[in-house]
């Protein structure tokens, strides 16, 4: 068997604007051999050696740190150069592109001097980029730090421990304390339908007081979507994340740029012009992503919180908030708590 190492193999595909489909087509392999690399799980060797012959690598250039054929480059390349405090221990998620524009890998964090301490760690990849957009990009990638110093500790947003960029700038960290290994969309892809009816009301009260207490500190999350609320192993509470793109009230330099598509946020947010009404409209599809599932359809979201048997008003309330005029939305969160916390309660 053979180790490749998920995140040379995603670099080298997104190079060549390959989906992971097409790189199973080009190497003439299975779909399932290139979920197996991307998971981290072993291979033939012949099917690691396709994999790299597609995407005009040595094959021994892409095998994995527990490979027993792998060799240590003079330079260790990717999340595995690790960060002062940190080191990575294994990948979470498969690379992908974030709302900003930037490549990133989720992985497993060991503190490397305290054994009992863990952490999430995200580490975008900037080699790719010329020096001066690098810098450019340093208020962006230090914005999700910003937001929890402003909010202190909460129950319901995750807690920072760094952000900061590795030798040459060629990669940049950010390491939250360690919640769980699940989002609640992988939740909800695992489960292969709606969040269990006993605990919503728990799961939609903890995602509000987070959003709850952003504004209460001048922040618009803007990006809430299942995919950025982490399940906790210890106690299941819903934790936020991933602010990166947060916005702040006080005025300081917004880190919007071109917004891909992306069917929980708001539609004004593509415009520039934010406040907290625009996380209102983001939990109302998200309470009706957990309300279905994976098969979740946001233009059927008014037809899914009308059916959803909820308390009268809580629903009313949630339909209101999915309205697309802002203006047709509560002003704040402060009802919508009143009726989760009376729900969550009973």
Same mark, same amino acid.
């Given at each position: 068997?053979?180790?490749?190492?998920?995140?040379?193999?995603?670099?080298?595909?997104?190079?060549?604007?390959?989906?992971?489909?097409?790189?199973?087509?080009?190497?003439?392999?299975?779909?399932?051999?290139?979920?197996?690399?991307?998971?981290?799980?072993?291979?033939?060797?012949?099917?690691?050696?396709?994999?790299?012959?597609?995407?005009?690598?040595?094959?021994?250039?892409?095998?994995?740190?527990?490979?027993?054929?792998?060799?240590?480059?003079?330079?260790?390349?990717?999340?595995?150069?690790?960060?002062?405090?940190?080191?990575?221990?294994?990948?979470?998620?498969?690379?992908?592109?974030?709302?900003?524009?930037?490549?990133?890998?989720?992985?497993?964090?060991?503190?490397?001097?305290?054994?009992?301490?863990?952490?999430?760690?995200?580490?975008?990849?900037?080699?790719?980029?010329?020096?001066?957009?690098?810098?450019?990009?340093?208020?962006?990638?230090?914005?999700?730090?910003?937001?929890?110093?402003?909010?202190?500790?909460?129950?319901?947003?995750?807690?920072?421990?760094?952000?900061?960029?590795?030798?040459?700038?060629?990669?940049?960290?950010?390491?939250?304390?360690?919640?769980?290994?699940?989002?609640?969309?992988?939740?909800?892809?695992?489960?292969?339908?709606?969040?269990?009816?006993?605990?919503?009301?728990?799961?939609?009260?903890?995602?509000?007081?987070?959003?709850?207490?952003?504004?209460? +500190? *001048?922040? /618009? =999350?803007?990006?809430?979507?299942?995919?950025?609320?982490?399940?906790? !192993?210890?106690? %299941?509470? $819903?934790?936020?994340?991933?602010?990166?793109?947060?916005?702040?009230?006080?005025?300081?330099?917004?880190?919007?740029?071109?917004?891909?598509?992306?069917?929980?946020?708001?539609?004004?947010?593509?415009?520039?012009?934010?406040?907290?009404?625009?996380?209102?409209?983001?939990?109302?599809?998200? +309470? *009706?992503? /957990? =309300?279905?599932?994976?098969?979740?359809?946001?233009?059927?979201?008014? !037809?899914?919180? %009308?059916? $959803?048997?909820?308390?009268?008003?809580?629903?009313?309330?949630?339909?209101?908030?999915?309205?697309?005029?802002?203006?047709?939305?509560?002003?704040?969160?402060?009802?919508?708590?009143?009726?989760?916390?009376?729900?969550?309660?009973?």
């Amino acid at each position: 068997m053979a180790y490749l190492d998920p995140f040379l193999v995603d670099r080298a595909r997104l190079s060549r604007g390959w989906s992971l489909k097409k790189l199973a087509v080009e190497a003439d392999v299975d779909y399932r051999t290139i979920r197996d690399v991307i998971e981290d799980r072993g291979v033939l060797f012949s099917k690691a050696y396709d994999i790299a012959q597609a995407l005009g690598r040595n094959v021994l250039v892409l095998l994995a740190p527990r490979d027993p054929r792998y060799k240590p480059p003079v330079k260790l390349a990717g999340p595995w150069s690790g960060s002062p405090e940190w080191e990575p221990t294994g990948y979470l998620d498969q690379g992908r592109a974030a709302p900003n524009g930037l490549y990133y890998i989720v992985c497993r964090m060991q503190h490397r001097h305290t054994a009992s301490k863990a952490g999430r760690g995200k580490f975008y990849h900037l080699s790719w980029l010329p020096p001066a957009k690098r810098e450019g990009m340093r208020h962006q990638l230090s914005r999700h730090a910003e937001v929890c110093a402003r909010v202190g500790i909460h129950p319901q947003i995750v807690v920072n421990h760094t952000s900061t960029p590795v030798a040459n700038d060629e990669g940049w960290w950010v390491v939250d304390d360690w919640v769980g290994e699940s989002t609640l969309a992988q939740r909800l892809r695992d489960n292969n339908g709606p969040w269990p009816r006993e605990t919503l009301p728990r799961l939609l009260l903890d995602m509000a007081q987070g959003l709850d207490v952003l504004h209460r +500190a *001048g922040i /618009v =999350l803007r990006e809430l979507a299942p995919a950025r609320v982490l399940i906790s !192993d210890k106690d %299941g509470r $819903a934790v936020l994340t991933d602010f990166e793109l947060a916005k702040l009230l006080d005025g300081s330099r917004s880190v919007s740029g071109d917004w891909p598509e992306d069917p929980f946020r708001a539609p004004e947010v593509d415009g520039g012009v934010t406040t907290v009404r625009a996380d209102l409209y983001s939990f109302a599809l998200v +309470a *009706g992503a /957990v =309300l279905v599932g994976p098969e979740f359809d946001p233009g059927q979201v008014v !037809d899914i919180l %009308g059916a $959803a048997g909820m308390p009268k008003r809580l629903q009313r309330l949630l339909v209101d908030c999915s309205e697309p005029v802002p203006d047709r939305r509560p002003p704040d969160l402060s009802a919508l708590l009143k009726e989760l916390t009376r729900w969550a309660e009973k």
